[in-house]
């Protein structure tokens, strides 16, 4: 991939409003969807990502915008925990029918993968290339999934005890099998990603709790997720492409 700096990647989206946002000018789209990034030290796979996102999303002709959720070091990175602050500090500041919650480094390849939320919630990256374009299993919940507004309520978000890699995705599926919610996905020929190369982070190493905490966690369903989150706001700020909210939490 070539390098790009930040002043052509914004000169290249001139019609972005400030903090990432976007919505067609000759219709009223129908779904607001604000697609939640959590983020840490990745700005490569940042600029790549909103080179690639805008001009994808404005071909589909959405109302959106776009959260990058930075957590401050030096806690271990919690995927998690971000999403569900992305949740909070988004709806904050408009009123979104739909939460995309998005890796950084996948970039969707095929135009058919709607940005939307359906009538139940969809696991969008089922087919990535890191993958061989194949669902490792059935019930993997990684990497790139939408809920409608009512549905990430209803199961309380995501869980905040997953420090490091792994696990949360599995118990994200938990949480949506739990609560009679079905997940769906588009064909493994629409589905389809790359995923930027990258190395595994010191602050994000396997989890070697991810299994145990897996297992226990329906007992934490009603009590872990959207209603126990705390996190300190640092900073919010409406960066020319996306808005950036930087947060610090502790473990
Ligand atoms: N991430 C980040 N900085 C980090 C670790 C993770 O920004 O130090 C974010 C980024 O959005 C990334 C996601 O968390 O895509 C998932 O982490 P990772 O890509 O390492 O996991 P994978 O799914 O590739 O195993
Ligand atoms: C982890 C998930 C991850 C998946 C694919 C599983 O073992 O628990 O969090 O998404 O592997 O990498
Ligand atoms: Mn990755």
């Known amino acids: 991939m070539e390098p790009h700096n930040w002043t052509d990647i914004i000169a290249e989206n ?9 919505r ?6 129908r779904h607001r969807v604000a697609i939640v990034v959590p983020y840490r030290d990745r700005e490569s796979h940042l600029k790549v990502f909103l080179r690639h996102m805008h001009k994808f999303l404005q071909k589909q002709e959405l109302d959106y915008g776009i959260y990058i959720i930075d957590e401050a070091l030096p806690t271990r990175f919690n995927r998690a925990m971000l999403m569900n602050i992305g949740y ?3 709806s904050k500041q408009a009123n979104y029918s739909c939460y995309i919650f998005h890796d950084v480094d996948l970039l969707p390849e095929d135009d058919r993968n709607i940005y939307n939320c359906p009538e139940q919630p969809r696991h969008m990256s089922a087919a990535i290339d890191k993958f061989s374009y194949k669902l490792p299993y059935y019930g993997i919940f990684g990497g790139v999934s939408a809920f409608k507004k009512e549905h990430f309520n209803l199961i309380n978000g995501f869980s ?4 490091g890699w792994g696990g949360e995705d599995d118990d994200l599926y938990e949480r949506t099998r739990f609560h009679k919610l079905k997940l769906t996905r588009y064909s493994m020929k629409i589905a389809r990603y790359k995923m930027i190369k990258h190395n595994n982070e010191p602050l994000n190493r396997p989890n070697p709790k991810r299994m145990t905490l897996l297992y226990s966690g329906k007992k934490r369903f009603k009590t872990d997720g959207l209603n126990s989150l705390k996190y300190q706001r640092l900073d919010l700020q409406k960066r020319p492409l996306y808005t950036w909210v930087h947060v610090n939490i502790t473990e």
Do not use: M, Q, S, T
């Open 14 to 22: 001139r019609d972005v409003a400030p903090g990432g946002l976007w």
């Open 160 to 163: 905040n005890k997953f420090f």
């Open 24 to 29: 067609p000018r000759d219709c009223l789209a």
């Open 88 to 90: 909070a500090e988004a």
